[in-house]
């Protein structure tokens, strides 16, 4: 795992542990061995430390962290590197992260490709940097930069790294053979300050002052989050004699080590690139189905939503015919673009160059007859199945053969949208969550005729937009919106039993959501949730009015209709939820009106309203989510829990230091979780969505405590039983 051979004078220890050369056992062993072996032998007079393939080390190896420890670690590792007689430079390449950072920072040199990244993304995981990360990282860089460095785990420029005093050298070209050259020019024995414990931090005189701006910082952006607080308080200890100062790392190192945060967030990481792997059948997966190129795209309706996802295409680099029937539609479609991009602008987040750029590959048009030639559409209108029936129907005329037409529907089902052409294995569902621009997730929906193709084109569409994509099977609301009708139907009932609403959101957002569910609704508008039970009302042949109390003998609450009555529609009319300053601000207020709409609506319905505990918020919230989490693994509609713990951490901004509502339900333990659905759903027996999954009672009461990577297959089990 470490190749050791010698150039003239240098030995070069190169780390070969595709595809990111993690430091896993056999590479801190070979690197020890490397450097015992380097100073053993009078010929050498130096040792260079690189990366083969893609990278210098990109850290620990994460899936080592939950197995018993073996050979030494990369504190004894560090320490004898540092200690080695002879010079060690690390050449840097691709990404030099965690771990890998720390070598290089136990190393006396560092040089690197300019196309180098470097960083401690330790923080991401619910981790510190620590192998002495946090102690000379401030040393070099001072403790401002280490501080923001660390708590953000973001990847830094080599350039940058050159400026902060992180690297020694820039170079391009051979990596190796410039790294040969600065060793010839380096002296013999190793400068007592190259050895960064005998260097003081940098900034030591401000760091109180630092420390505090830093630490209001992260509580206001890693609200709930532990690791960024104990990354803090280890910065500030390199103001400490080293060996202090590393022993308090140490300990705020094994705070977090043994936390839950830490294990749920290093589930996360692999969550995250397992739900981008995709499976339907044997002849259908990501092995054996390639995507076709997509060159050109258009997108239908220059709402919201369309707009939005035009921004995403065009800040990807694809251009975008945009239809929108209706002039004015059109040209407020097309400003709104233009002031989201300019928005990117203000904050820096692209030049103006990219912005008119991005402009000049926007053509507006009016008629679908401009789409003929593009390789996919998205169709981004109403909510609305017979307006899409029609649409696809005249775009399967339209365009070219080879054309993907996808639905951002949120709800309906592809199958009955791809019945209105003749080529459904080319129609899929691409949903994308407001705002379009902004959420990272992208939920694509595959219907029974969607071919393997069109499936693996736009898993890689996500991709080459940087959105997260995930792939769940059509049925009504698919993953994200099937569950997250259990959260909002039973916040709704909350209300009625005895909430307000900010009571409501004040628990949730404490237990990690950035908004309630009623600031949520406010944001999004109560048009939006009032126009779809509306529609699902008139599909399905009955009537909803503010008075319904039951829809099928299952219970309704009509709250949201009352407020929806009477103009209040959220942010966007100044009052909703919540009421505002203005139209549009975004601070919200409890508002006494509200209490007393809620109060007469409970009078009138003769509910007796009562005290309602925080556990029994939280429960009802998630766990009636998560049993219908296991009813999409039942039904196949989801394919593994990971997928459906990346579409709630992605879309709808589930704590990430909590994994996921699948993987939260694992850590309460689910004979717990099923017992309490069992409880829920003896007490409210008009919500049929209380009665327990197959899947949860199987798993529930297997008497074994069966891994999350089990689940699926119990569900097919499962299904082949019954
Ligand atoms: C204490 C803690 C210490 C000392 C640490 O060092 S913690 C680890 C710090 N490092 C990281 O967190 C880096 C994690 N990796 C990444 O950010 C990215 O992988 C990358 C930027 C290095 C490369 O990105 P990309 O090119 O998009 O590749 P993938 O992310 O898809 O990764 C490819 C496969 O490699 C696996 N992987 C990546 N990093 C690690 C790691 N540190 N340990 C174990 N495995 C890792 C990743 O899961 C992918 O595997 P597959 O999904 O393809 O099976």
Same mark, same amino acid.
């Given at each position: !795992?470490?190749?050791?051979?010698?150039?003239?004078?240098?030995?070069?220890?190169?780390?070969?542990?595709?595809?990111?050369n993690a430091l896993?056992?056999?590479v801190r062993?070979?690197l020890?061995?490397?450097?015992?072996?380097?100073?053993?032998? &009078?010929?050498?007079?130096?040792?260079?430390i690189?990366?083969?393939?893609?990278?210098y080390p990109a850290g620990a190896d994460i899936?080592?962290f939950?197995?018993?420890?073996?050979?030494p670690n990369l504190i004894e590792v560090g320490l004898g590197i540092e200690?080695?007689?002879?010079?060690v #430079?690390s050449?840097i390449?691709?990404t030099c992260l965690g771990g890998g950072l720390e070598i290089a920072l136990f190393s006396h040199?560092r040089?690197a490709?300019?196309?180098a990244k470097v960083g401690f993304p330790e923080v991401a995981l619910g981790l510190l940097p620590g192998a002495h990360g946090t102690q000379r990282l401030p040393r070099v860089a001072g403790m401002a930069f280490a501080m923001e460095i660390i708590t953000s785990g973001r990847h830094v420029?080599?350039?940058e790294a050159?400026?902060h005093g992180i690297l020694? &050298?820039?170079?391009?070209?051979?990596?190796?053979?410039?790294?040969?050259?600065?060793?010839?020019?380096?002296?013999?024995?190793?400068?007592?300050?190259?050895r960064l414990r005998n260097v003081p931090a940098k900034g030591?005189?401000?760091?109180?002052?630092?420390?505090?701006?830093a630490?209001?910082?992260v509580?206001?952006?890693?609200?709930?989050? *532990?690791a960024p607080i104990n990354c803090l308080k280890a910065v500030k200890a390199a103001l400490l004699?080293y060996e202090e100062g590393a022993k308090i790392e140490r300990e705020l190192f094994m705070e977090l080590l043994?936390?839950?945060?830490a294990?749920?967030?290093?589930?996360?990481?692999?969550?995250?690139?397992?739900?981008?792997?995709?499976?339907?059948?044997?002849?259908?997966?990501?092995?054996?189905?390639?995507?076709?190129?997509?060159?050109?795209?258009?997108?239908?309706?220059?709402?919201?939503?369309?707009?939005?996802?035009?921004?995403?295409?065009?800040?990807?680099?694809?251009?975008?015919?945009?239809?929108?029937?209706?002039?004015?539609?059109?040209?407020?479609?097309?400003?709104?673009?233009?002031?989201?991009?300019?928005?990117?602008?203000?904050?820096?987040?692209?030049?103006?160059?990219?912005?008119?750029?991005?402009?000049?590959?926007?053509?507006?048009?009016?008629?679908?007859?401009?789409?003929?030639?593009?390789?996919?559409?998205?169709?981004?209108?109403?909510?609305?199945?017979?307006?899409?029936?029609? *649409?696809?129907?005249?775009?399967?005329?339209?365009?070219?053969?080879?054309?993907?037409?996808?639905?951002?529907?949120?709800?309906?089902? *592809?199958?009955?949208?791809?019945?209105?052409?003749?080529?459904?294995?080319?129609? #899929?569902?691409?949903?994308?969550?407001?705002?379009?621009?902004?959420?990272?997730?992208?939920?694509?929906?595959?219907?029974?005729?969607?071919?393997?193709?069109?499936?693996?084109?736009?898993?890689?569409?996500?991709?080459?937009?940087?959105?997260?994509?995930?792939?769940?099977?059509?049925?009504?609301?698919?993953?994200?919106?099937?569950?997250?009708?259990?959260?909002?139907?039973?916040?709704?009932?909350?209300?009625?039993?005895?909430?307000?609403?900010?009571?409501?959101?004040?628990?949730?957002?404490?237990?990690?959501?950035?908004?309630?569910?009623?600031?949520?609704?406010?944001?999004?508008?109560?048009?939006?949730?009032?126009?779809?039970?509306?529609?699902?009302?008139?599909?399905?042949?009955?009537?909803? +009015?503010?008075?319904?109390?039951?829809?099928?003998?299952?219970?309704?609450?009509?709250?949201?209709?009352?407020?929806?009555?009477?103009?209040?529609?959220?942010?966007? +009319?100044?009052?909703?939820?919540?009421?505002?300053?203005?139209?549009?601000?975004?601070?919200?207020?409890?508002?006494?009106?509200?209490?007393?709409?809620?109060?007469?609506?409970?009078?009138?319905?003769?509910?007796?309203?009562? &005290?309602?505990?925080?556990?029994?918020?939280?429960?009802?919230?998630?766990?009636?989510? #998560?049993?219908?989490?296991?009813?999409?693994?039942?039904?196949?509609?989801?394919?593994?829990?990971?997928? *459906?713990?990346?579409?709630?951490?992605?879309?709808?901004?589930?704590?990430?230091?909590?994994?996921?509502?699948?993987?939260?339900?694992?850590?309460?333990?689910?004979?717990?979780?099923?017992?309490?659905?069992?409880?829920?759903? &003896?007490?409210?027996?008009?919500?049929?969505?209380?009665?327990?999954?197959?899947?949860?009672?199987?798993?529930? +009461?297997?008497?074994?405590? #069966?891994? !999350?990577?089990?689940?699926?297959?119990?569900?097919?089990?499962?299904?082949?039983?019954?």
């Amino acid at each position: !795992m470490v190749d050791y051979r010698t150039v003239k004078s240098v030995a070069v220890l190169e780390v070969n542990n595709p595809p990111v050369n993690a430091l896993s056992y056999n590479v801190r062993q070979g690197l020890q061995d490397g450097i015992e072996r380097a100073n053993k032998d &009078k010929e050498i007079k130096s040792i260079i430390i690189i990366g083969k393939g893609r990278t210098y080390p990109a850290g620990a190896d994460i899936s080592e962290f939950s197995k018993p420890h073996k050979g030494p670690n990369l504190i004894e590792v560090g320490l004898g590197i540092e200690s080695s007689r002879k010079p060690v #430079i690390s050449a840097i390449h691709g990404t030099c992260l965690g771990g890998g950072l720390e070598i290089a920072l136990f190393s006396h040199y560092r040089i690197a490709l300019e196309s180098a990244k470097v960083g401690f993304p330790e923080v991401a995981l619910g981790l510190l940097p620590g192998a002495h990360g946090t102690q000379r990282l401030p040393r070099v860089a001072g403790m401002a930069f280490a501080m923001e460095i660390i708590t953000s785990g973001r990847h830094v420029s080599a350039r940058e790294a050159l400026q902060h005093g992180i690297l020694d &050298k820039l170079v391009k070209g051979n990596l190796l053979s410039e790294s040969l050259d600065f060793a010839a020019s380096l002296p013999f024995s190793v400068p007592h300050n190259r050895r960064l414990r005998n260097v003081p931090a940098k900034g030591a005189e401000n760091a109180d002052r630092i420390f505090e701006v830093a630490l209001n910082k992260v509580k206001q952006k890693q609200n709930g989050f *532990i690791a960024p607080i104990n990354c803090l308080k280890a910065v500030k200890a390199a103001l400490l004699p080293y060996e202090e100062g590393a022993k308090i790392e140490r300990e705020l190192f094994m705070e977090l080590l043994t936390s839950g945060q830490a294990k749920a967030q290093q589930y996360v990481f692999f969550a995250e690139r397992a739900a981008t792997r995709w499976y339907v059948s044997n002849e259908k997966n990501q092995k054996k189905c390639s995507a076709v190129p997509v060159k050109t795209t258009g997108v239908i309706g220059a709402g919201t939503m369309g707009s939005g996802i035009v921004v995403t295409l065009l800040r990807a680099g694809l251009p975008v015919i945009l239809v929108e029937q209706d002039s004015q539609n059109l040209e407020r479609g097309v400003n709104m673009i233009k002031g989201i991009l300019q928005g990117s602008v203000n904050l820096k987040r692209m030049t103006s160059q990219q912005m008119n750029k991005c402009l000049q590959q926007l053509t507006p048009a009016q008629s679908l007859d401009s789409l003929h030639n593009v390789d996919l559409v998205i169709e981004a209108v109403f909510e609305n199945l017979k307006l899409k029936e029609e *649409i696809f129907g005249k775009l399967d005329e339209i365009c070219k053969q080879q054309t993907i037409l996808c639905s951002n529907t949120s709800t309906l089902d *592809i199958d009955k949208i791809a019945r209105a052409t003749k080529r459904p294995d080319k129609v #899929i569902g691409t949903h994308f969550f407001a705002p379009a621009f902004v959420m990272p997730l992208l939920e694509n929906v595959y219907g029974t005729k969607t071919s393997g193709e069109t499936i693996a084109t736009v898993m890689n569409l996500g991709k080459t937009i940087r959105k997260i994509p995930v792939l769940v099977k059509t049925c009504h609301g698919f993953v994200a919106n099937r569950m997250l009708a259990r959260y909002q139907t039973e916040a709704s009932f909350l209300l009625e039993e005895g909430c307000l609403p900010h009571e409501y959101d004040q628990v949730m957002e404490e237990f990690g959501f950035p908004m309630g569910a009623f600031k949520v609704g406010d944001l999004s508008g109560l048009d939006i949730g009032y126009r779809i039970r509306q529609e699902l009302a008139k599909a399905n042949g009955y009537t909803v +009015t503010t008075d319904t109390r039951y829809i099928q003998g299952e219970r309704f609450s009509s709250l949201a209709d009352k407020l929806y009555e009477l103009g209040r529609l959220g942010r966007k +009319t100044g009052k909703g939820w919540y009421k505002y300053d203005r139209p549009g601000a975004k601070e919200a207020f409890v508002d006494p009106d509200v209490t007393d709409i809620i109060l007469k609506h409970c009078k009138d319905a003769g509910i007796i309203r009562r &005290k309602i505990s925080t556990q029994e918020i939280v429960e009802r919230s998630m766990y009636s989510s #998560i049993n219908e989490g296991f009813r999409c693994l039942e039904d196949g509609v989801a394919s593994k829990p990971e997928d *459906i713990d990346v579409i709630w951490l992605h879309g709808f901004g589930f704590p990430r230091y909590r994994g996921g509502p699948m993987y939260y339900a694992s850590t309460i333990g689910l004979a717990e979780v099923y017992d309490r659905i069992c409880y829920y759903h &003896k007490t409210f027996p008009e919500s049929s969505y209380w009665v327990p999954s197959d899947l949860l009672r199987k798993l529930a +009461t297997s008497g074994r405590n #069966i891994p !999350m990577s089990d689940w699926s297959t119990a569900a097919t089990v499962n299904k082949s039983r019954l």
